[in-house]
């Protein structure tokens, strides 16, 4: 399980600096031919493991409900988002992954509930849904290079 919080990690550095590296006008801007930008995936995969992780083991979330209803699956990007929801979003790249494995270390997720995924990856237990996560921001960070790709093309 270590070794996939570190790789976690990573790509939480990687997605950190899409997000502090990239033009805002580029982060929030949707290309031709896609319904999401690089902002929201960035957000997205921030709430995504609270709904894999403590929405199925039945516990609380730990960041807003308000932002995971605004970014789970099934959403699409809705305007700017305010600095303040930047700066919370920045911040929980890092802290939010520190926390799972903490609350994992301490056995918080023993309630897991069962969870078909999209691609029919069934999550039996908290280590398949850390793993599916891993894959899941994998997924994403390969969305937003394509993303980068079509703004450039986009110019």
Known sequence: MEKLFDILLKNRKILYDHL???PKEDLFRVPKGFNNNIWWNIAH????PQLLLYGLSGLDFTIEKELIDKYR????????PSKQEMEKISAYLFSTVK???LDYSHGKFKN?????????????????AIAFNV?????????????????????
């Open 45 to 48: 995969v921030v709430v995504t």
């Open 135 to 155: 894959f899941h921001e994998g997924l994403h960070l390969g969305a937003i290079g394509a993303l980068k790709k079509a703004l450039e093309l986009d110019r």
């Open 99 to 101: 926390l799972i494995q």
């Open 112 to 128: 897991f509930k069962e969870y078909m995924t999209s691609p029919k990856i069934a999550l039996a237990s908290p280590e398949d």
């Open 73 to 80: 699956k099934g959403t699409f990007p809705e305007g700017e």
């Open 20 to 22: 502090h590296n990239t």
